[in-house]
C-alpha cells in the first residue's frame, strides 16, 4: 500500500518551484506592458490561469511543481479533472489566499490533506503513483513522507528569509551608524579653508571677521566664524538630523595650529576620536 496523500510541505515545496517558474513570463510581461496596470493585471492572471488550469487538467494532472515532487491533483475518486473544475480550483485557490492563507494552510489539518480551494472544488492532491483503486480504500489515509528534496526547498523559502532578516538587524544600524560618522568627518573636514583663514588672521593678529561662511555641502546647513575664531557648523536636519559642531582654535600660529572640538545634539561615537577626548 503506498502512502496517498501529498501534506503540507510538500505542496508547499511545489508551490514555491511553480512561482519560479511563473515569475519568468511575468517578468517578460513587467517589460512589455506598463507597470500596475489592469492590462498588467488582466495579463498576469491569463498567465496563471494557463498554467494551473491547463496543466491540472491535462493527461500529466500536475504543474512542473507538482511534477517535481512527484504529485498530482485529482478529484475525489482519484480521476483527472476537466478544464472547468481546473478553472474553478484556480479561482478557489484566491479566496484560501484571501483568508489570510488559512485556507492553503488547512492541507496540514485535514483528514485528506484538502485545502480550502481542493474542499470547495472536490479534489484532492496525491501521489503520482495512486490509482483510483488506491483512493477508494478507506483505510489508506497515509501521506507521504517528507523527503530532504521538500526540506531543501521549504528551507529556501523560510529559513533563507530569515537569516537575511537576522543580518540585516546587525548590519543595518552598523552601515547607518558608519555612513553618519563619515558625513560629519566629510563636514568637518570641508571647513578646512575656513579653519586656514582664521589661523591666518589669529597668527597675523588681526580681527577675525565674524558672520557666516559660504561652504557648498550636502551635509551642512550653515557654518559661522565668531570673533575669537570659533567656528559653529550647522548639520543637514535633513541628513544628519540637525546638531550642531563647535571647532575653536587653541594654539594659532602660522607653523603650527590646534583645535578643540565638541557637539551638541550629535552622539559621540558620531564624532571623530579626537573629538571625543
Not at 11 to 22: E, K, M, P, S, Y
Not at 134 to 152: I, Q, S, Y
Not at 191 to 218: D, M, Y
Request: charged share 15%.
Amino acid at each position: 500500500m503506498i502512502p496517498i496523500f501529498a501534506g503540507f510541505w510538500r505542496r508547499c515545496a511545489a508551490f514555491v518551484i511553480d512561482g519560479i517558474v511563473l515569475s519568468i513570463p511575468n517578468i517578460a510581461l513587467g517589460y512589455a506592458l506598463p507597470a500596475n496596470t489592469a492590462a498588467t493585471f488582466f495579463a498576469s492572471v491569463v498567465i496563471g490561469l494557463a498554467y494551473y488550469a491547463g496543466l491540472h487538467s491535462s493527461k500529466l494532472q500536475a504543474t512542473v511543481g507538482k511534477m517535481a515532487f512527484g504529485i498530482k491533483v485529482t478529484d475525489a475518486a482519484g480521476g483527472r479533472i476537466g478544464v472547468g473544475r481546473a478553472i474553478g480550483r484556480y479561482f478557489a485557490t484566491w479566496l484560501s489566499l484571501l483568508v489570510l492563507g488559512i485556507g492553503f494552510l488547512m492541507a496540514a489539518f485535514t483528514t485528506r490533506k484538502r485545502a480550502l480551494h481542493d474542499i470547495l472544488c472536490n479534489t484532492l492532491v496525491v501521489n503520482r503513483e495512486a490509482q483510483p483503486e488506491d483512493l477508494a480504500d478507506p483505510g489508506n489515509n497515509e501521506v507521504m513522507p517528507v523527503g530532504w528534496p521538500v526540506w531543501a526547498v521549504v528551507g529556501v523559502l523560510f529559513v533563507l528569509p530569515v537569516l537575511g532578516t537576522l543580518v540585516a538587524a546587525v548590519a543595518v544600524p552598523v552601515y547607518q551608524e558608519y555612513a553618519t560618522r563619515s558625513q560629519v568627518a566629510d563636514a568637518m573636514a570641508r571647513v578646512e579653508p575656513i579653519k586656514e583663514e582664521v589661523i591666518a588672521s589669529l597668527a597675523a593678529r588681526r580681527s577675525v571677521q565674524p558672520g557666516a561662511r559660504a561652504l557648498p555641502s550636502p551635509v551642512v546647513q550653515e557654518v559661522r566664524v565668531d570673533a575669537t575664531g570659533q567656528l559653529t557648523i550647522t548639520l543637514s536636519k535633513e541628513r544628519l538630523g540637525g546638531g550642531k559642531v563647535f571647532m575653536a582654535p587653541v594654539v594659532a600660529k602660522a607653523s603650527r595650529s590646534e583645535w578643540r572640538c565638541w557637539a551638541e545634539g550629535v552622539a559621540l561615537k558620531y564624532m571623530p576620536v579626537v573629538c571625543r577626548e
